[in-house]
């Protein structure tokens, strides 16, 4: 299904919300939506790697690493798993690597920025509990909306 998120924004009239910008299209689909399903991660893609192993037929991973710099939680080998998956996109709030890998696979993928080093495997992090990052509340079961033109949020689905 074909949607834009300005047009889903004007036709909610405030009912979503908007992420606001900062997130990065990494992945080689730069449409996707779905069910929200959350990860606080605190430096560590255990719960990622967790999560992307699982079915994600029509869901969206949220990874919430505090907008850190220092490490990536996604690389090649956990998107492929996610697609694989039926994952319709992974956003992070932090870095991911494999970058030019990433984008060449048919899976949505946001984040801040690219670092190599990737994250510990100590089986921290949350999953399913509400993020707040970009003025936005990320709730597990919500809906997210992700194009070109950015992300919406919204409580009921908009498509």
Known sequence: MTFKTADLSDASEGRAQVVQPGL???GGKRRFHGEIVTIR???DFSRVRE?????GSGKVLVVDNNASL???LLGDLLAAAARDNGWQGVVVNGCIRDAADIANM???VKALATN???GDRQERGEV???LEFLGASFRPGEHLYSDEDGIL???EPLI
Request: proline content about 4%; aromatic content about 4%; overall charge neutral.
């Open 24 to 26: 990065r299209d990494f």
């Open 41 to 43: 991660a605190d430096g």
């Open 51 to 55: 999560q992307v192993n699982l079915d």
């Open 70 to 72: 220092a490490c990536a």
């Open 106 to 108: 048919a899976i949505g």
């Open 116 to 118: 190599p080093r990737r």
């Open 128 to 130: 399913n509990v509400t």
């Open 153 to 155: 949020l919204s409580a």
